[in-house]
């Protein structure tokens, strides 16, 4: 679940909340880090850990899910959760282990550990973190690479999304790795490249500092040496966000068009579930960049639960009911989707028993939308406090 840790995601800054006492209790609902309610786990997703083969630098757990029967040569995909998530959690709510059985594709769901941060963040903005070769960004790419030798799948159609603090570290994966990455989804999250410290962390989710494309095309270019072709990018954002400002996606749009040599402008628009969305296409004439964004939406991944074929997820906090599902989209952009395997599925539908054991003393309600929380002022607070933010 991503929330006060999101901003300040780094070792040293998280530590800033690790000795406050009160700070969990301005989760809402009193959430956990499964997100969905005190003393209840996440409904189960089908993941299963297992042991790193790497050196895994960034000492991160490695969690799959192999859908029965997959073919050789299926696709990969990779989910990265939230601040305060956990790997089981956010791939259930999300949908993704639904549709790799859907449509036939494998799952790597990394989770952060506390030793790392204490708000189990992704270190998104740590350079040590989130650079070619080093920290959590091997480690992730080092998973990538056990999943495709164990499992015989195809290394041409690799994918990476992320909400949040896990948005900004697939913005940081598709940089570094490029040349693994075919394609990738930015949920609620930032630019590669906008901040290195928490200072600059702060400013970047709220204030959002908008830079040239150029720009920001260049800390994508100087990240790695690859000269080949570039992965493809879907973007969504709630177009209320107050913890990650609208204004990110923007800049990320501006980030990826430069990197694929686009001019900013869209080269279509359309409307897809009731919602905007934009499309650039490059010169061979394929959608390379699309950007959603969901009015009035909040911080989160937006879904559309139920059973029908473009359905998945269970709503819960940051896990948005809005009638649209980015999990299905994004996978659909990647080329995943097709006609539904004939091999029975799960669905995340709880029953009456389980949608019971997953409410929290709140009520019903709390299972659908989290309350909302100030986030900007108890960040803002926590900055002064520590000398991180003057007046």
């Not at 072709?229 to 609208?246: F, L, M, Q, Y």
């Not at 040599?261 to 960049?289: K, N």
Request: glycine share 12%; hydrophobic share 40%; aromatic share 8%.
């Amino acid at each position: 679940m991503p929330h006060l840790g999101k901003i300040l995601g780094g070792k040293a800054a998280g530590n800033l909340f690790s000795q406050s006492p009160k700070w969990r209790d301005l989760m809402p609902n009193g959430t956990t880090l499964n997100g969905f309610g005190p003393g209840h786990h996440a409904p189960p997703g089908g993941l299963r850990e297992v042991n790193p083969t790497g050196s895994n630098p960034g000492a991160l757990r490695m969690f799959k899910h192999l859908p029965a029967g997959l073919p050789d040569r299926s696709p990969l995909v990779v989910v990265l959760h939230g601040c305060l998530q956990t790997a089981s959690g956010y791939e259930y709510g999300s949908g993704w282990s639904t549709l790799a059985d859907r449509y036939g594709f494998a799952l790597l769901v990394p989770e952060q550990q506390r030793a790392n941060n204490p708000n189990t963040c992704f270190n998104w903005f740590l350079p040590g973190d989130t650079s070619r070769g080093q920290g959590e960004a091997l480690s992730i790419r080092q998973m990538v690479e056990q999943m495709v030798v164990e499992h015989g799948l195809d290394p041409k159609r690799i994918y990476v999304t992320g909400l949040s603090a896990g948005g900004a570290m697939t913005s940081a994966m598709l940089a570094a790795y490029p040349d693994i990455f075919a394609g990738g989804a930015i949920v609620a999250g930032l630019p590669y490249g906008a901040a290195t410290n928490a200072q600059e962390a702060f400013q970047s989710m709220l204030q959002s500092p908008a830079r040239p494309a150029r720009v920001w095309g260049d800390l994508v270019r100087k990240a790695s040496k690859h000269t080949g072709a570039w992965p493809r990018v879907s973007v969504w954002h709630g177009g209320a966000d107050p913890t990650v400002i609208p204004a990110n996606a923007q800049e990320i749009v501006k980030q990826w068009v430069d990197v694929h040599g686009l001019s900013v402008t869209p080269t279509r628009r359309d409307t897809v579930d009731g919602y905007p969305r934009e499309v650039w296409q490059d010169t061979r004439g394929d959608d390379v960049i699309e950007s959603y964004t969901i009015p009035r939406m909040a911080h989160g991944t937006p879904l559309a639960a139920g059973v029908a074929d473009d359905q998945c997820g269970a709503p819960g906090a940051y896990l948005l009911e809005v009638g649209i599902s980015s999990s299905y989209h994004i996978a659909k952009f990647w080329g995943l989707v097709g006609t539904p395997r004939a091999a029975p599925i799960k669905t995340e539908r709880a029953t009456a028993a389980e949608a019971e054991s997953i409410h929290t003393s709140a009520g019903p309600e709390a299972w659908k939308m989290p309350h909302a929380t100030d986030v900007r002022s108890v960040i803002t607070n926590a900055l002064k406090a520590a000398g991180l933010m003057k007046g």
